[in-house]
């Protein structure tokens, strides 16, 4: 059984060489192990969710009928999902360009990794995998708020692309596209991967990056070592951020409307050039994600 294990996939690497990024689930690749590593990944976050994840999460869970011992199917997880919000999961070979990504959200699908990490190192991330991407996100796109406010996201790119292509002078454009591009990543990173939520008195993560760390879902609550602030859109998007290890600074939302707000915030700070010039460091920003922008069909 060759498997479809991250990094490890002859499958996945056979789609990449050859440029498809869009892919089916071949589901009768996965190995026992891979089953394994999901269902040992599953049950031991069960009462970590119960405990920090926010109600609209637990709520997504329940509504997906995640099979908790075996790999979910993508087509049976779309069968729950679409009719609540009209979003999908939509099977990826890996790296989305970031237009192309973002795109894809506007149209409320959602790129979707389909490998399962090692079962030896079910805390070692090297890439995104299907336990971060299905059990971390998607049950948030059960909520219509959430749903919507992803959708914006892809509203945002669409008009950043306009804004960028407008643009005559090269070397201004690709500067200028660099810096959006940074703005909206930085500002994507600090909510739907690693945001916090108001519940009652107490926080609640929503992020998926944290949703999906055993470790980093008590760490990111519990953890005099965080810093955790009320969410300023200008901090966010001057603000670097490192992928390797716990994050140190994390942001916290009122509630999915108020994040909304915030991307349509975000869109007049664009429009008013606020987001032309922002400070640089992480993270970085590929040729590839450059000019999926620069050569967006608007
Ligand atoms: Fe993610």
Known sequence: MEGLTTTKSPFIEKAQQSGERFIHQPYELYSEENHQAWANLYSRMQSKWQK?????????????NLDPNRVPKIDEINTFLSPLTGFAAKPVSGYIPAFTFFDCLRNRDFPTTITVRDISKLDY?????????????VPMHTDKAFADTLVRFGEFALSAA????????????????????????????????????????????YGSGLLSSYGELTHCIESPEVQRYPIQLEWTVNQYFEIDHYQPLLFIVDSFDHLFSLVNELEVWLKDGRLNNVSPGEPFVSEDDIQSFLTAKL
């Open 162 to 205: 306009l804004v960028i292509q407008e643009i005559k002078d090269k070397e201004v454009q690709i500067q200028r596209a660099k810096s959006v591009i940074k703005a909206l990543a930085r500002f994507f990173w600090f909510t739907v991967e690693f945001g916090l939520i108001r519940s009652g008195k107490e926080l609640r993560a």
């Open 125 to 137: 991330l090297p890439e995104p995998d299907m336990f971060h991407d299905v059990a971390g996100h």
């Open 52 to 64: 920090y994840a926010n109600p609209k999460f637990l709520e997504g869970v329940s509504k997906l």
